[in-house]
C-alpha cells in the first residue's frame, strides 16, 4: 500500500560526539589482556602479548586473574563513562568518593529504559530485582554473573580492586608508550572531527567504525566514538543511557603519522573491490534494493560459487552487508568514497 506523507519533518538522528583518552585505551587494554577467546584475533601478535605478560609484576597479575574471574573491566568501562576525567587521579578520586549504591548501580550494565528502576532496585540490595535483571540478560556469556557479582561484592574491596588494577596497568603498560599512544589517539580524533564537517552522522558512524550501520533509535540521542589501538582490528560496541558507544579502531594513518603516503586499510580494500567489472555491475544490482544470491546470479549469469567469492569481497570492504538471507549496498560507503580519497590525497 502507498504511503501519503503529510509532513515535511525530517527523520530525527543522532550526533556524535567523539572522546579520546588515554584512560580508554588502559581499560580496554585489561579488557584485551583477560578476554582469553579474543586475544589471539587481535592485531598485536602474541610474541607481543607474550611480552607485556612477562613484564607484569605479581600484584597486576593477581588484579588481572581477578578481573577475568568477575568480568571487572566493564565496572571500569561504566565509571569512565561518568563524567570527562582529564587525570588518572581524578578517576580514582572519583572511585574512593562513591557511595556504596551509586557505584554499584553505574557498575550495573545499561540495559534499556524500561529496566531502569530494576537496575536502581538492584543496586540497593533488591534481591528480586537483582534476579529479574539476570533474566532479562541470560542471552549474554558474561551479564548475569556479572549481575550477581556486583550486587553482592563486598564495596571497599571492590573500590581497592578497580584502583588498584587500572593504576597498576596505567603505570607498568600506558606510561612507556604514553607519548606514542596519546599522539595516535589525538590524530585520530582530529581527523574523524574533520571528517565530521563533510559527512552527516550515520556515514560518520560507518566511516569510522570501518563500516557498521547505525541507524537511529528512539532512546539514542547520541553516538560516542572512541579510538582506540589495543583492539585493533575490532569494533567494540557499548551502552550507557541515552548513548551508544562505539571503541573504533584507530586507522593506519594516525598510527604511521611520518608515512604521508600511508593510506586507510578500508580506503584501499573498497578500491580494491570496485576494481573488477563483476563486482562493480553487482554493486548496481544492489543499489536501492535487497537481493538474494539467486537474485544475483540470476542478473549476472554467473555460477553461484562464483557470486558468492564476489559478494565476499564487497563484504570484507565493507561496501555490501546481509540481512535476513538478502544482500544490501551500504548507500553510505558508496557516497563516502570520494570524500575519504579526497581526504587521503590532500590531507584535508
Not at 597486576?60 to 581477578?66: R, T
Request: charged fraction near 30%.
Amino acid at each position: 500500500m502507498d504511503v501519503l506523507h503529510m509532513t515535511s519533518r525530517k527523520r530525527e538522528t543522532y550526533e556524535v560526539r567523539i572522546e579520546a583518552s588515554l584512560l580508554w585505551e588502559c581499560a580496554l587494554g585489561i579488557a584485551a589482556i583477560t578476554n582469553t577467546r579474543l586475544i589471539d584475533t587481535l592485531e598485536r601478535p602474541k610474541e607481543s602479548w607474550d611480552k607485556i605478560k612477562k613484564s607484569l609484576t605479581d600484584p597486576l597479575i593477581q588484579d588481572l586473574e581477578y578481573v577475568e574471574m568477575n568480568n571487572t573491566w566493564k565496572s571500569l568501562l561504566l565509571l569512565l563513562h561518568q563524567r570527562e576525567f582529564g587525570t588518572l587521579q581524578e578517576f580514582i578520586t572519583y572511585i574512593d568518593d562513591l557511595e556504596e549504591e551509586e557505584i554499584k548501580y553505574h557498575c550495573l550494565p545499561y540495559i534499556g529504559l524500561k529496566f531502569q528502576e530494576l537496575r536502581k532496585l538492584a543496586s540497593k540490595g533488591d534481591v528480586a530485582a537483582r534476579n529479574r535483571l539476570k533474566e532479562q540478560t541470560e542471552d549474554n556469556p558474561y551479564y548475569p554473573g556479572y549481575i550477581e557479582f556486583i550486587c553482592t561484592t563486598n564495596v571497599q574491596m571492590f573500590k581497592k580492586h578497580l584502583k588498584s588494577v587500572m593504576i597498576r596497568w596505567f603505570e607498568e603498560v600506558i606510561l612507556p608508550e604514553q607519548e606514542t599512544l596519546s599522539g595516535i589517539l589525538t590524530r585520530d580524533r582530529q581527523s574523524k572531527k574533520e571528517m565530521g564537517e563533510k559527512l552527516n552522522p550515520e556515514a560518520l558512524v560507518e566511516w569510522a567504525t570501518g563500516g557498521i550501520t547505525y541507524l537511529p533509535e528512539p532512546s539514542v540521542h547520541t553516538v560516542l566514538l572512541i579510538p582506540q589501538s589495543i583492539y585493533r582490528p575490532w569494533n567494540v560496541e557499548g551502552d550507557v543511557e541515552g548513548v551508544k558507544v562505539f571503541y573504533y579502531p584507530v586507522a593506519n594513518e594516525s598510527i604511521y603519522p611520518d608515512d604521508k603516503n600511508m593510506p586507510s586499510y578500508f580506503l584501499v580494500q573498497k578500491y580494491k573491490a570496485l576494481g573488477d567489472e563483476a563486482r562493480l555491475r553487482m554493486v548496481k544490482f544492489l543499489k536501492g534494493s535487497e537481493r538474494t544470491l539467486q537474485e544475483i546470479t540470476n542478473e549476472l549469469n554467473m555460477g553461484k560459487s562464483t557470486v558468492h567469492h564476489h559478494l565476499k569481497i564487497l563484504r570484507s570492504a565493507r561496501l555490501v552487508e546481509t540481512q535476513d538471507g538478502k544482500y544490501r549496498l551500504k548507500e553510505n560507503a558508496i557516497q563516502t568514497l570520494s570524500n575519504e580519497l579526497n581526504q587521503y590525497l590532500t590531507g584535508i
